[in-house]
């Protein structure tokens, strides 16, 4: 384990084994450098940075195929990438049935050839921790340097809230969450729960173990097709043996999304982090639409008329602060800034919040993703982001989630955002049916939802006259539960990533570097297309 930059690091440790003490056993020969490939550009940048550099000291580079996933790139009906199709669902019929597609999982190594006597020292000014509590310590050090992420009012956890998503990384935790998933039945029940937000096992919580390699796509389909025939735990629950349930199907659906944006990734390269995203991309006979390109919201400069860049940061401080005025969208960024884990369904929202009730450069939520996400995925956080925004491979473009009514529908006793808000624990939501009888009033809940909806007696009475974010939300969402639908699409959706199967969106820690740099790729497509050169949006 080093720390630095992956080109220093690797530069460091060749020199030193080259101009090693032959008698103290420093000097010896490396014979290869082995990196697995990833598609991101900087990812891509770092493994040619590698390449360069075992070149230069005539090392043998090998790059390895990511495994990791659920269907082999191998045995894709596709001869080059350019045949990808621009729709999942075109795709996902292409590789139908899916539970035929998986390879075999491969067997772990029974040795391993030995560490080298001698290793090199950590290069200045960096030290290795010798333990792995001063390990966890070291990589908390920029956290607790500014905890606050320069926020004026950072959420804090609520005392009584639990986190969703508990678990330590590792190869062993990652196969003991999947054997749980499948003897609690909760692998089965997925597709009836994915759609939770609150507790342990509404979703499979697989995301992080797969992002980080600790598992495979590829062990949990077999785990499944296990339980599937009748084979290893779960004897006991309904569906055993019995083939592919629509559970099990579910998560590999979810699966197959996660490979999919890997492989978009492959495909349109710098454009995944372009401000018009793949839809600028040019086809074979096709030119982008610039004449219907939407006048984003950025951080850098005006880019409509009446824009002001100051106030456009001063509305994404409140939303990553979780001070909106909108319940769901507050709850779900709260729970992200102290867990590092919010909901798909929970995503989804706060995507299309930022992105098409605001406006505001949907990449600047992406990279705040990246930021907090205990389970980041370089294509699955930009893809779905993408997505969702409206400037990715979504074919009914410029659907936009309500989020009072998707609240209504996936939050309709409000335990949710009163867990993660709670200055709205107050908020009666119940009203009488009768002697010692209650139940939920869905018009009170909408007071919930949107608390300036509150009347003044009410907002005193609980605390909340005065409070800014109470008394002016950054926008006021029209919803009505009398009329049904309300505002701009239905909040039906049904894409954007599952959280279930490791679809979703979450690595990268949250390091002290907090600079928007994947938006350096807009100057780099501007390099390569004709049409108006877009400026990337300003550091913050």
């Not at 940048?45 to 990511?66: G, P, Q």
């Not at 909106?324 to 706060?350: C, H, K, M, P």
Request: charged share 30%.
């Amino acid at each position: 384990m080093r720390a630095g930059r992956v080109g220093d690091v690797v530069s460091d440790i060749l020199d030193w084994y080259s101009k090693g003490d032959v008698e103290k056993e420093e000097n010896a020969k490396v014979t290869g450098i082995y990196m697995t490939k990833e598609d991101g550009t900087e990812e891509l940048d770092d493994m040619n940075i590698v390449k360069t550099i075992a070149e230069e000291h005539n090392v043998d580079f090998e790059v390895w195929e990511d495994e990791k996933y659920f269907v082999d790139d191998r045995d894709l009906p596709y001869e080059k990438i350019s045949e990808l199709p621009n729709v999942y669902t075109t795709y996902r019929k292409s590789l139908e049935p899916l539970r035929d597609r998986p390879r075999n999982s491969l067997t772990a190594p029974t040795r391993l050839p030995p560490l080298p006597s001698v290793i090199p020292p950590q290069a200045r000014p960096f030290t290795i921790p010798s333990s792995l509590k001063e390990l966890k310590k070291a990589l908390l050090v920029p956290l607790e340097k500014d905890s606050t992420y320069t926020l004026t009012h950072p959420p804090q956890w609520p005392v009584d809230v639990k986190s969703a998503h508990p678990f330590d990384g590792g190869e062993t935790a990652g196969l003991n969450r999947i054997s749980h998933l499948i003897s609690s039945g909760a692998m089965s029940s997925y597709k009836a729960t994915r759609n939770g937000m609150l507790g342990l096992d509404f979703s499979t919580k697989l995301s992080a173990f797969l992002a980080q390699g600790h598992i495979t796509a590829r062990q949990v389909h077999w785990a499944m097709v296990d339980f599937e025939a009748g084979r290893g735990a779960g004897q006991n629950l309904d569906g055993y043996g019995q083939g592919e349930n629509e559970g099990t199907a579910a998560v590999r659906f979810e699966l197959l999304w996660r490979d999919y944006m890997r492989l978009c990734m492959q495909k349109f390269g710098y454009r995944m982090f372009t401000l018009y995203g793949i839809q600028d991309h040019k086809g074979k006979g096709e030119q982008p639409q610039y004449s219907r390109r939407k006048r984003w919201r950025l951080l850098s400069r005006s880019n409509r008329a009446g824009d002001d860049p100051e106030k456009t940061l001063e509305t994404f401080t409140r939303f990553r602060s979780g001070r909106t005025g909108i319940g769901l969208i507050d709850a779900s960024n709260r729970e992200l800034f102290v867990t590092g884990y919010t909901s798909n369904r929970a995503r989804q929202n706060v995507a299309s919040f930022l992105s098409s009730h605001l406006d505001i450069d949907w990449r600047i939520g992406a990279e705040w993703y990246e930021c907090f996400l205990i389970d980041y995925d370089c294509a699955s956080n930009w893809g779905n982001w993408q997505y969702v925004a409206g400037v990715g491979n979504d074919p009914r473009q410029g659907r936009v989630f309500n989020p009072v009514k998707q609240a209504l529908d996936y939050d309709s006793h409000g335990d949710y955002i009163k867990a993660w808000v709670p200055e709205l624990r107050g908020i009666k939501l119940t009203r009488p049916i009768g002697p010692g009888k209650e139940e939920v009033d869905q018009q009170r809940l909408m007071y919930l939802y949107q608390v300036w909806k509150l009347s003044d007696w009410e907002k005193s009475n609980l605390g909340l006259k005065g409070i800014d974010w109470v008394e002016h939300p950054l926008t006021k969402i029209q919803f009505s539960v009398g009329r049904g639908r309300g505002g701009p699409g239905d909040g039906k959706a049904r894409r954007g990533g599952g959280g279930g199967g490791g679809g979703s969106w979450r690595g990268r820690g949250r390091g002290q570097d907090r600079n928007f740099r994947r938006m350096g790729n807009e100057e780099k497509a501007a390099k390569h297309e004709e049409g108006p050169i877009i400026v990337s949006s300003e550091r913050a």
